[in-house]
């Protein structure tokens, strides 16, 4: 029912609240409190020093009121609080004077100050019979009390339209209330207990349905398949992979045969690579697409950069060298010419492998047997993006690649029907990165650091947030700090410059340079954050870090770790403000990726894997996956049970859940056809 029918509702209400995207009686109803200020009374021998709480009592005599300026007064006076004389201080409430006296019955609100007889009072209040509880509801135009009175009448008016989606043995299992109890104590509660009650019920539910979603997606992809396997050589693909000049770790391994196995079921592979920089996810995703060769398909590669589309094609030629395969590049700086030749040898069949940015999207872009999509940094392309490229094969496998570590309950949660894959272990014997937040004004050092390394023979990485200068925000930008260390570093070493603005060949011609020690300080812009691979570079100095966010910080920080030498990454910066130097702080102490993706999604809020949103929060109205976390780990397991045990699907007493899910399952297939 709308709002705008309920005859004791002002059109003024009415508007306040459609304002809000409030409509209907149900919308009324379950838009939740954003808060709630309690004023439940605390017996004195409860009482803390320091915490905000309520008291009452009965007044000892009269007050004295000083006006200590034009615009501030004092107020003290003596109550008995459950037998103790406690002394009350209140400003600017000198008009109550008259009103307070002996006996009178008075509640407070503040904190006790160093001792319990004195109590800095911030609200009182007459009332001897006042809510305890008032939840805020944020309404602009209307008041929490008249929100509150509305909110009444609708839910004892009107609770028959709440519907009960959750079983009641999940209700008794794990000790939920009702969704009606839930709605009555969230927007209409008496006590704290009915409230924490309301939440616990509300962000199970939520989360619940969310996963459920996301299991059954799952779910319907491997149980009713629509994919095609590919038989592909094992015999060839191991004697290539014998062939390497290392060895693959465990984890690399574990990885492989995952993805290997999706590839030759007869389901679609969604499968997430996840693993830090340098871990060796690109080396897995090369032997795959080698895989699905052997069996006569083609495979391609996406990247977000040119410069990274480029280092992957280097490193393909390098892999496949002693093989028949053909690699192509493409990418918006190839000549017409070049990029004729290779559409059609695409199409023909004759490329094997092809490897690209988002000219890869392109309409004329035509495989004649594409069987496999390896999606690097997949977070950087929009849903519409991986589409279509995927669509670009009939049931194609797609493998995507990421080095910003998710926790794995979080992971699913976040990229819905995907499998997961996780390197963990860092090939080879490297060292972990020595990483220093260092104050602006000490840099100093840094510059003495840089000049050791250079001597024996190592490189350095300088980042900078910005191009050129701002007026807004003053931070050292890339070609100011370019022109500084070129003539502090004169005639010791050779200074480059790469930023987002400089043209492909110009960007190509810096990296080469600095690849083969031709430049042996490299100034950048951010554009490095993502794949640049040079093994020499080992110090990584990072200018108004605290501008970054901590994932960036991490997957720049990694760029330097590419080889056996000891590497360093200095975090520098100006800023005093404390949650900066937190996080500054928290990125030099912490080198696990997982902990620090945690404190990152804290930040940014989730993603929304069900939209096309790449970040943000999903949007639940009351829970979060990453505050509720170990509620989160409950729920999914509770939601894998039910999916598995077939009874989302065969139990009446689930026939809510199960419209729910299938309907959004439907909307998401919509959304990805």
Do not use: W
């Not at 930023?499 to 083969?516: A, D, I, Q, W």
């Amino acid at each position: 029912m709308d709002l705008s029918e309920l005859g004791f509702l002002t059109v003024k209400a009415v508007q306040a609240f459609k304002k809000q995207n409030i409509i209907t009686v149900l919308d009324l109803l379950y838009h939740y409190p954003t808060k709630f200020e309690d004023y439940t009374i605390i017996p004195f021998s409860e009482a803390e020093i320091g915490k905000n709480i309520t008291i009452a009592g009965i007044v000892q005599g009269k007050p004295n009121v000083a006006n200590i300026k034009s615009n501030l007064s004092v107020m003290n006076f003596y109550v008995d609080v459950d037998g103790a004389r406690v002394r009350v201080t209140i400003f600017n409430r000198h008009f109550l004077r008259t009103k307070i006296h002996y006996g009178k019955y008075v509640r407070l609100t503040g904190k006790f100050d160093q001792s319990f007889n004195k109590f800095i009072a911030s609200e009182l209040t007459f009332d001897e019979l006042g809510t305890a509880i008032n939840p805020v509801f944020n309404i602009k135009g209307l008041e929490d009390k008249k929100v509150l009175e509305i909110k009444e009448k609708c839910f004892f008016d009107y609770q028959d339209l709440l519907i009960e989606d959750l079983p009641e043995d999940i209700r008794k299992e794990h000790d939920l209330i009702s969704i009606r109890e839930a709605i009555q104590y969230i927007n209409i509660p008496e006590e704290m207990d009915q409230i924490q009650q309301a939440i616990k019920r509300i962000k199970f539910e939520e989360l619940l349905k969310y996963q459920l979603k996301v299991k059954y997606m799952l779910y319907r992809r491997k149980t009713a398949p629509e994919g095609l396997a590919i038989h592909y050589n094992q015999k060839q693909v191991d004697s290539f992979v014998s062939q390497l000049p290392f060895q693959l770790t465990a984890d690399q391994q574990t990885s492989l045969q995952e993805i290997l196995y999706d590839i030759s079921s007869p389901y679609k592979m969604n499968r997430l690579l996840q693993g830090e920089v340098g871990s060796g996810k690109t080396v897995v995703s090369a032997i795959a697409l080698f895989a699905i060769t052997t069996a006569g398909y083609q495979g391609a590669i996406m990247v977000p950069t040119e410069v990274l589309a480029n280092q992957h094609f280097q490193t393909f030629t390098e892999l496949f060298q002693s093989t028949p395969l053909k690699i192509a590049l493409l990418t918006s700086s190839v000549p017409t010419k070049d990029r004729k030749e290779i559409l059609e040898a695409l199409s023909g069949g004759t490329i094997d492998i092809i490897i690209g940015t988002h000219s890869l999207f392109q309409k004329e872009v035509v495989f004649k047997k594409l069987g496999l999509v390896v999606t690097d940094e997949e977070h950087r392309f929009g849903v519409k993006q991986r589409v279509s490229m995927v669509g670009k094969g009939y049931l194609i496998d797609h493998l995507k690649m990421s080095a910003t570590p998710i926790p794995r309950t979080l992971a699913i949660s976040l990229l819905g029907d995907s499998d997961i894959s996780i390197i963990k272990t860092m090939p080879g014997h490297k060292k972990p990165v020595i990483t220093k937040y260092i104050d602006y004004e000490k840099r100093v050092e840094v510059f003495e650091h840089m000049r050791e390394e250079i001597l024996r023979g190592r490189q350095i990485f300088i980042i900078t947030p910005m191009i050129e200068e701002s007026q807004v925000m003053d931070l050292k930008n890339a070609l100011e700090v370019f022109e500084n260390v070129k003539k502090y570093y004169e005639g010791f070493c050779e200074v480059g410059l790469i930023h987002g603005k400089l043209k492909t060949e110009e960007k190509e011609e810096v990296m080469r340079l600095f690849s083969t020690n031709k430049i042996q300080i490299l100034v950048a812009t951010s554009v490095i954050e993502v794949g640049v691979n040079v093994i020499n570079a080992t110090t990584m100095v990072i200018l108004d870090a605290d501008r970054f966010g901590i994932a960036q910080l991490h997957q720049m920080r990694g760029r330097v770790q590419r080889s056996d030498f000891q590497a360093y990454c200095y975090l520098i910066s100006k800023s005093q403000a404390d949650t900066s130097i937190k996080r500054l702080k928290l990125v030099e102490e912490t080198r696990d990726g997982f902990a620090l993706a945690e404190e990152d999604l804290l930040i940014r809020g989730q993603g929304d894997i069900f939209g096309e949103k790449q970040s943000g929060t999903i949007l639940f109205k009351m829970a979060n996956i990453v505050l509720d976390r170990d509620l989160l780990e409950q729920v999914n397991g509770l939601a894998e049970e039910i999916i598995h045990s077939q009874r989302l699907f065969n139990d009446q007493a689930y026939k809510n859940l199960y419209d729910l899910v299938y309907n959004n399952y439907q909307v998401k297939k919509e959304i990805l056809e």
